[in-house]
């Protein structure tokens, strides 16, 4: 789960985006088959069992953390348990693709989603986050990031971004996948091949003593060269007993300076659009939708600096405890 530049400050106050719309539909680029989503009915808040430890933000629902300053270097003891909180993140993100199908609503996958995470002894993050209503973040089609889920069933030929974040033992583990819905549209594919592609760009450019700089020019390099775009406004974060934290990765080039070092823990997670880069934030104050109605497709891990190079933490394995 990121960070929204357009509408989340350093001090958390929320600024509220007025709704515009500037492509005409006779002059906008053609983005394919498929359902421009509207949210729909959101369900009560799910139970958290008194056994499960919750973060800090669950009884005061404080503003998100501020992703400036110094830059956390994770103890060993930290960073064993972070590899226990992104692995359960991952297995169970890997799971939930078999309640991803046709006919399921989102609000479905965020029932599965939280019993699952809540069986595992663990909370899941999203959930009351800077108010936020729900388990999980899934964001369909022209939803560019924040998704609510609601009462909107899946329908065949969506792409759906999953964003699963845990708190397990103290420390926070999150990725994101999107998910083809049935028979998916070629300019739907490309653009979800292309989101895990430039993914792995940013990941390929992280290691000790490079800078940070370096992840944003290989993504936009690699989205531009497949004439697609990044949308700027959500950017990777520092990660660990916090949320979000520094550093703030930047998906696009930059020049921000900034070296990283072994015992970094951040989160790499580009968002990739076939058409503008401008969005817009619904009355909910999260979901982000593109203005000119095109999809988007975003994929996401948790990174550890090493000594020689970078390990991605959220790599599922085994099943789940």
């Known amino acids: 789960m990121?960070?929204?530049?357009?509408?989340?400050?350093?001090?958390?106050?929320?600024?509220?985006?007025?709704?515009?719309?500037?492509?005409?539909?006779?002059?906008?680029?053609?983005?394919?088959?498929?359902?421009?989503?509207?949210?729909?009915?959101?369900?009560?808040?799910?139970?958290?069992?008194?056994?499960?430890?919750?973060?800090?933000?669950?009884?005061?629902?404080?503003?998100?953390?501020?992703?400036?300053?110094?830059?956390?270097?994770?103890?060993?003891?930290?960073?064993?348990?972070?590899?226990?909180?992104?692995?359960?993140?991952?297995?169970?993100?890997?799971?939930?693709?078999?309640?991803?199908?046709?006919?399921?609503?989102?609000?479905?996958?965020?029932?599965?989603?939280?019993?699952?995470?809540?069986?595992?002894?663990?909370?899941?993050?999203?959930?009351?986050?800077?108010?936020?209503?729900?388990?999980?973040?899934?964001?369909?089609?022209?939803?560019?990031?924040?998704?609510?889920?609601?009462?909107?069933?899946?329908?065949?030929?969506?792409?759906?971004?999953?964003?699963i974040t845990v708190y397990h033992q103290g420390y926070h583990g999150d990725c994101s996948k999107t998910f083809l819905v049935g028979e998916v549209d070629d300019i739907g594919r490309e653009v979800v091949k292309v989101a895990e592609e430039c993914l792995h760009r940013g990941i390929e450019a992280c290691g000790p003593d490079k800078m940070f700089s370096g992840i944003g020019k290989a993504i936009q390099t690699h989205a531009k060269r497949h004439k697609m775009t990044v949308i700027p406004d959500f950017i990777g974060h520092g990660i660990g007993s916090y949320f979000h934290g520094p550093p703030e990765i930047l998906h696009f080039r930059n020049s921000v300076g900034g070296f990283m070092k072994p015992g970094m823990i951040f989160t790499v997670e580009p968002v990739i659009t076939t058409g503008s880069a401008e969005i817009e934030i619904l009355e909910d104050s999260w979901t982000a939708v593109s203005v000119d109605g095109a999809r988007s497709a975003q994929f996401e891990h948790t990174v550890l600096i090493t000594e020689s190079g970078v390990e991605i933490l959220t790599l599922p394995g085994g099943d789940l405890q």
């Open 2 to 163: 990121n960070l929204c530049r357009s509408f989340l400050s350093a001090s958390g106050k929320t600024v509220k985006i007025p709704a515009r719309r500037i492509f005409s539909i006779s002059k906008r680029k053609d983005f394919g088959k498929f359902k421009t989503v509207v949210p729909g009915k959101v369900s009560a808040e799910r139970v958290i069992p008194e056994h499960i430890n919750v973060p800090p933000y669950y009884h005061t629902l404080d503003p998100p953390t501020t992703t400036l300053g110094e830059v956390e270097i994770k103890s060993s003891d930290v960073i064993a348990g972070m590899r226990e909180s992104c692995k359960l993140a991952a297995n169970i993100l890997r799971d939930c693709s078999r309640i991803v199908q046709v006919g399921k609503t989102t609000d479905v996958i965020d029932e599965y989603i939280h019993e699952t995470i809540i069986k595992a002894g663990a909370y899941p993050s999203p959930l009351r986050y800077g108010g936020f209503p729900k388990s999980v973040c899934t964001s369909v089609n022209n939803v560019a990031c924040h998704g609510i889920p609601d009462d909107r069933p899946l329908e065949n030929g969506d792409i759906i971004n999953v964003d």
